[in-house]
C-alpha cells in the first residue's frame, strides 16, 4: 500500500549515545524519512549537531536524510551538509535575507530544498518562493527544543499553505509540519493538509519506539 504521507522521527530526540539503535527502530518500524534538527544557539536557544552526525548515520541507513537548519548564515552550513550525505536542506526564512540564493545553493549542492516558517512568521513571506522549493516547512511549536506542545493554530495554517499550493499549481511542493505531533493529533494535521510528519519525542522517549512508529504508519496509511 501506498503511505498516506512520510514519517520522519527527528534523531534529536534519541540516545545520542546509540544513534544505530535508533536507526534500526526506525527501520523495523517502517519509518520513512530520518530528521536531523539542527540548531546553533544564536537563531534558536539550543545546540545540537553538525555535519559530522549526519556523515555518520548516512552510512548506516538508506532512508531519505532531512535536515532542518535552524542557523544563522545558512548558507555557510550548505555544503558541508550536502557532503555530509543530506537529501533534503531546509533553512528558515527568517534567517536569511537571500532565500532564492540560498535554495539555488542547495540544489546545486544536489540536495533538494526546503524553506521553513516559525509560528508567528507571516505565510505570506514564504509565498513568493514556494515555487523554487520542494519542500515547505511549518513549525507547529516554537523551534528550539523537543517536547513542546501541538499550538492549536497550525492546523490553519496547514490548510492555507496547501490552499495556496493548489491554487498556484504547486502540488508537488511537500508540507512538512514538525513539533508537537502526538499519536492523539497526528490525523488532524494529516487532514489539514500535512504531506510529512516529524516526531521526535513521542517516539523515542516511548517504552516501544518500534511499535509507535508502527502505530503512526498505520494513522498515515
Given at each position: ?7 520522519a ?53 538508506k ?92 492546523n ?8 495556496y499550493?493548489?491554487?498556484?499549481c504547486l ?9 508537537g ?28 519506539p ?12
Amino acid at each position: 500500500m501506498i503511505p498516506r504521507f512520510k514519517l520522519a522521527p527527528s534523531i534529536l530526540s534519541a540516545d545520542f549515545s546509540d544513534l544505530k539503535t535508533a536507526l534500526k527502530q526506525c527501520d523495523e518500524g517502517g519509518a520513512h524519512w530520518i530528521h536531523v534538527d539542527v540548531m546553533d544557539n544564536q537563531f534558536v536557544p539550543n545546540l545540537t549537531v553538525g555535519p559530522p552526525i549526519v556523515k555518520s548515520i548516512r552510512h548506516k541507513t538508506k532512508k531519505f536524510i532531512d535536515v532542518h537548519m535552524m542557523v544563522i548564515n545558512p548558507e555557510k552550513l550548505v555544503e558541508p551538509f550536502a557532503r555530509a550525505g543530506a537529501d533534503n536542506i531546509t533553512f528558515h526564512i527568517e534567517a536569511t535575507d537571500d532565500p532564492e540564493g540560498i535554495i539555488e545553493f542547495i540544489k546545486s549542492c544536489g540536495c533538494k530544498a526546503g524553506v521553513s516558517v516559525k509560528p508567528k512568521t507571516l505565510l505570506s513571506d514564504i509565498y513568493p518562493i514556494l515555487d523554487k522549493v520542494d519542500l515547505v516547512l511549518i513549525m507547529s511549536v516554537e523551534p528550539g527544543f523537543g517536547g513542546q506542545s501541538y499550538l492549536p493554530d497550525s492546523n490553519e495554517r496547514i490548510s492555507q499553505t496547501k490552499q495556496y499550493l493548489n491554487d498556484n499549481c504547486l502540488d508537488r511542493v511537500l508540507i512538512e509540519v514538525d513539533g508537537g505531533i502526538k499519536l492523539h493529533n497526528v490525523s488532524k494535521v494529516l487532514d489539514s493538509g500535512a504531506d510529512v510528519i516529524v516526531a521526535g519525542s513521542e517516539i523515542f522517549k516511548a517504552d516501544d519506539p518500534v511499535q509507535t512508529i508502527q502505530e503512526f504508519c498505520l494513522t498515515v496509511e
